[in-house]
């Protein structure tokens, strides 16, 4: 067997002849010895053929092909010119890099390639020593393209990713928990600071954000005078609430405080305001976003949960591929693997669990409105995905069969088919688009004509079939004649 190597580099395409093939493959730890000595790894490999490329745009476009798996015309004509073919092929293996390339060029030049084997160690060497290899090709110059093909490569793969847009809504979900969670963690460190200062507080303003703000403005409680509620009843919003605070103030138990803790405390209090207003902007902004990028899933589920679940599967179109059966345990993959390992029950719910639907549904009815919501989520996902004008037409109507659902689990009451709440969802679309919906009658009457042509031709066939109908009788009259004679 001869083992032929093709290699990718940046700046061109080089084919290598294995010198010792059989010695190659059974001793593969000797190969990776001799991979760092220059002068052991020549013997094993001969240089056939290099083809540089044109220019950094030929580079890129060989880059595209060699990662999609097609054969272009200067990968095509060196293999040609140096890899042997037709009945010397029998004996021939291509080495390759990829499976995905070796496929196309088996397919297209009848060349057997292999990518396992002594193949990867033999590339390593290449890729090590290859300024050295080729003639003319220094290692500032080796590093130089491979630097500006990835830049350029990169760049185009970002600009030309179909994802770039799920990429702002996973981002931002991301953000959104984390902020949760700071708020919260921040909220609870100024109740205890602020708690040894004016510790009935507490139980009279509830909310994290209410409380900041509430202790960033009173500051110390011996100078919280009547003057001052007005401005307080605007934050608390609660006539009773601002009394009670009042009151509470006059006969606190706390302990006294400096005016420096007071000013650290306010200052703490007044970041904690600003990142509660942040994650509200944050969650607006989260809110346009899904919008646009899925407007069906964002009706039916919600803008959190829906960023959740397309940030778990890593785009929309990743999304819309998975079943509804995986959707329903998307984001419980710890349980469902406990669960199969354990031989217990699987989950019923993932991230769905958040849904306002599961909690309005009874605990004998959680895993059936978990699996119809799941249904639901991956049908406005696909539509999302794959339509050319995405709207909220669809996400609506899908929830008010979810709804519908959850009425039937409960009264009995039979919800309404599928095919004839997308049929009203698709005349609403059409409406809405309102360009495409007048140009469509338009076409119409043309598609009648045509039928009516069709129609009058198929009228006036039987007229042309009834001589030929006359011509076939006869001569089987002639046929029965002439069996009487001969029966005579």
Known sequence: MVLYVLYEHATGYAVFKSIAAEDIGSQTDEVQQSMIDLGKFGKTLKLLSFSPFKSGANALENANSVSEGIVTDELRTLLEANVPRGKKSTKVVLGVGDHKIGSAIQEALQISCQAVGVVPELLRGIRLHFPKLVSGLSSVAAVKAQLGLGHAYSRAKVKFNVHRVDNMIIQTIALVDQLDKDINTFSMRIREWYSYHFPELVKIITDNYMYARVAGYIKSRKDLSEERLEGLEEIVMDTAKVKAIHDASRSSMGMDISPIDLINIERFAVRVTRLAEY??????????????????????????????????????????????????????????????????????????????????????????????????????????????????????????????????????????????????????????????????????????????????????????????????????????????????
């Open 279 to 488: 994650r509200k902007e944050l969650f607006e902004y989260l809110h346009k976003k899904m919008v646009t990028v899925a407007p069906s899933v964002a009706a039916l589920i919600g803008d959190i949960v829906g960023a959740r679940l397309i940030s778990h599967a890593g785009s929309l179109t990743n999304l819309a591929k998975y079943p509804a059966s995986t959707v329903q345990i998307l984001g419980a993959e710890k349980a469902l693997f406990r669960a199969l390992k354990t031989k217990g029950n699987t989950p019923k719910y993932g991230l769905i669990y958040h849904s306002s639907f599961i909690g309005k549904a009874g605990a004998k009815n959680k895993g059936r409105i978990s699996r119809y919501l799941a249904n639901k989520c991956s049908i406005a996902a696909r539509i999302d995905c794959f339509s050319d004008v995405p709207s909220e037409v669809f996400g609506e109507k899908l929830r008010d069969q979810v709804e519908e659902r959850l009425s039937f689990y409960e009264t009995g009451q039979a919800p309404r088919r599928n095919v004839d709440v997308m049929k009203e969802a698709m005349e609403e679309m059409t409406q809405a688009v309102g360009t495409e919906a007048a140009e469509t009658p338009k076409k119409t009457p043309k598609k009648n004509k045509k039928k009516k042509r069709k129609h009058s031709e198929t009228e006036e066939e039987p007229v042309e079939e009834e001589p030929q109908e006359e011509e076939t009788t006869t001569p089987k009259k002639k046929k029965k004649k002439k069996k009487k004679k001969t029966d005579e």
